[in-house]
């Protein structure tokens, strides 16, 4: 992550470190991905103070002026003015921040955003336009220091939506400029965290034709060639140098057109590019070339890599001070290389072991993964009540609240917990918009007894139509009394995690059946993605799918009242799934079929198979339409 990168609930990759059990060494494999390593071209993109730069950049601040952006009692991310002045992130407290700020004249201390329940969320269009302005008030609360006063916690939430939006602003931008430069085939990206990218450059950079057109162009501005004193950008090989110019004419891009500073690092690996980075921030550009890598593994302190930071750096670091290896100045990289392999073996594991030799040598296989930036694998939405062992008595968090005592309290005083739903409900309909995609999955997460107690659960979750505040709330209400059945409490924090999103379901009768899903042991009943009900058979279901995909204003509340009301609420889906259907078969007499409508003839009849259409009637429809599946299908309603 970045150098203020603390989102509590955003996830779109796995987290570096994890050594992948495939990589072994000098095994043959990992000897050709060495040799195929040796010309990667790697670029490790990092917004700087991002958080902060986001703030100066909505409130119009001078980039000389100090600003602090807290998270309750955290200092969440502060610019380099106010690193100047011994800020710290994550450490000086409020009372120190507003004495160290009335050494200069214009000082500033934001909050981050909040939610609350009845909050209305802005949309992403709304925020990414006002994302960089704000009121006339709200510059002149900035300068109040002496008066800063937290928002209320108990009943709001941080929100870190505002910097989502800016993110991916800055990340669109950074694609559209390579895939003008490269052509999207030349070139690989991968989101790493909220302000930080990987680009994989090496097919552009090894193009002959291109290191000639490079050749002639004058050095890239303020370009950091690690461990050469000139900065020599002609020690660089062909495909660094074509990197850095492509690196410089980025940073340039983004802080013309947008205002934000970003730093980079070049280098052969995600792991050394990314340390790179942070030998030229702000605004600077960073090549570590191949024949310094040895002395940067020297010079770095190894919990500095990705992966050896938490509790798995900790452990390496215990084995080094077993093995006896001299700490100095703490740590670096190569010394990790000082213990035995066969001793990392024996405290870490055969591939753990394996990956940290690696490590200790500047080398790492790890490929830049393409992913879609703005498709994250899950989200969540995280709040807390009182300050549990992490916080102690400090009176800087008093305004958190107290630990929530009891199932009722949470149920009838759970202000911050519609806050939480607010939120994840605004970001699932974001998404929803975005990528037509739903979540099939909640996980509801919850610490209690000062965090000596965790435990989740993950369920499925309604349909789509009835995603809202008042309904996810119940979703993690009825989860939480059904997980926690009393331990649950004293509660101190609580989350909800959207995950394993499928399609939107729509009117195309395709996408639709492939929404479907076979629940285990009965090949004649099945479950949709859909909807959390029981199992029914397919045939009824499918029904209920079309009813709820061709109408719109079909009545949401029909399960509640299914006992009473079963009979017309049959009449009333039949005749809408029969409107629908002849709606769907209008459209498709008029309009050409895909050529998926037209499978071979054992993929069509599995595909009706495993909608649990009967086998003879599913032989029979094909033969009859000449294996046409959309009027085979039609056949099955008749």
């Not at 916690?153 to 870190?160: F, G, T, Y």
């Not at 400029?177 to 070139?187: P, Q, R, T």
């Not at 090989?237 to 004419?249: E, P, W």
């Not at 630990?403 to 970001?427: D, M, P, W």
Request: charged share 25%.
């Amino acid at each position: 992550m970045g150098d203020d990168e603390a989102s509590e609930d955003e996830a779109c990759v796995s987290p570096p470190g994890s050594p992948s059990p495939s990589l072994t060494y000098p095994d043959q494999s990992v000897a050709k991905d060495a040799q195929y390593n040796e010309r990667r071209t790697i670029l490790l993109i990092d917004m700087d103070c991002f958080y902060a730069s986001v703030e100066m950049k909505r409130l119009n601040i001078p980039p000389t002026d100090p600003l602090v952006v807290l998270q309750w009692g955290m200092c969440l991310a502060i610019n380099y003015p106010a690193r100047a002045l011994d800020i710290v992130r994550g450490v000086t407290r409020l009372e120190e921040v507003k004495m160290k700020l009335t050494r200069v004249k214009n000082g500033h201390i934001i909050h981050c955003p909040t939610v609350s329940g009845d909050t209305v969320i802005k949309s992403e269009e709304e925020e990414r336009y006002d994302v960089f302005d704000a009121t006339d008030a709200e510059k002149a609360a900035a300068l109040k220091r002496d008066d800063f006063k937290y928002p209320d916690r108990s009943i709001v939430k941080s929100s870190l939506e505002r910097y989502r939006v800016a993110s991916e602003t800055i990340f669109s931008a950074i694609r559209e400029y390579f895939d003008a430069l490269c052509g999207k085939s030349k070139y690989t990206y991968q989101r790493a965290s909220i302000d930080e990218m990987f680009i994989d450059l090496t097919d552009f950079c090894d193009d002959s034709e291109v290191q000639l057109k490079v050749s002639s162009l004058p050095p890239p501005t303020k370009t950091n060639v690690i461990y050469n004193d000139k900065n020599d950008v002609s020690v660089l090989s062909k495909q660094y140098r074509v990197a850095a110019h492509c690196a410089d004419g980025l940073r340039q891009k983004i802080m013309d057109e947008l205002g934000f500073s970003i730093s980079i690092g070049i280098a052969q690996n995600k792991m050394i590019a990314k340390l790179s980075a942070s030998h030229a921030k702000p605004h600077g550009l960073s090549v570590l070339p191949e024949e310094s890598i040895r002395k940067f593994c020297e010079q770095t302190k190894f919990r500095k890599a990705r992966g050896l930071a938490g509790k798995f750096g900790a452990k390496v670091e215990d084995c080094l001070v077993n093995y006896g290896v001299p700490k100095n100045e703490g740590y670096s990289l190569a010394d990790v290389g000082r213990v035995s392999k066969g001793v990392l073996e024996s405290a870490m594991g055969k591939s753990s072991a394996e990956w940290l030799v690696n490590v200790s040598e500047g080398r790492e296989f790890e490929p830049v993964e393409e992913t879609a930036t703005s498709s994250v694998k899950q989200f969540s939405s995280v709040c807390s009540f009182g300050a549990g062992s992490t916080r102690g008595d400090d009176p800087l968090y008093s305004n958190n609240g107290r630990a929530i005592q009891s199932f009722a309290e949470l149920t009838q005083n759970g202000g911050k917990v519609y806050a939480l739903v607010n939120e994840l409900c605004h970001r699932v309909k974001s998404d929803l918009a975005k990528n037509n995609r739903y979540p099939n999955n909640f996980t509801i997460w919850y610490a209690a007894h000062n965090f000596k107690t965790k435990a989740s659960k993950t369920v499925k979750f309604l349909e789509e139509k009835r995603l809202n505040i008042e309904n996810l709330a119940e979703l993690l209400f009825s989860t939480m009394k059904s997980l926690g059945k009393g331990a649950c409490f004293p509660l101190h924090r609580i989350s909800i995690t959207a995950a394993n999103f499928i399609e939107r379901a729509d009117n195309d009768i395709l996408k639709a059946f492939g929404n479907m899903k076979k629940t285990e042991g009965n090949s004649n009943v099945f479950k949709s993605s859909l909807s959390t009900s029981k199992s029914i058979p397919a045939k009824k279901r499918i029904v209920e799918l079309f009813a709820n995909s061709g109408n719109s204003n079909s009545n949401s509340n029909s399960s509640s009242n299914s006992n009473s009301n079963s009979n017309s609420n049959g009449k009333r889906i039949a005749n809408q799934h029969s409107l629908f259907f002849v709606q769907k078969k209008q459209k498709i007499e008029k309009s050409d079929l895909p050529p998926s409508t037209f499978l071979p003839h054992e993929q069509n009849k599995q595909k009706l198979l495993e909608m649990g259409f009967p086998e003879e009637k599913v032989i029979k429809a094909l033969k009859d339409h000449d294996n046409d599946f959309s009027n085979a299908l039609n056949q099955m309603f008749s």
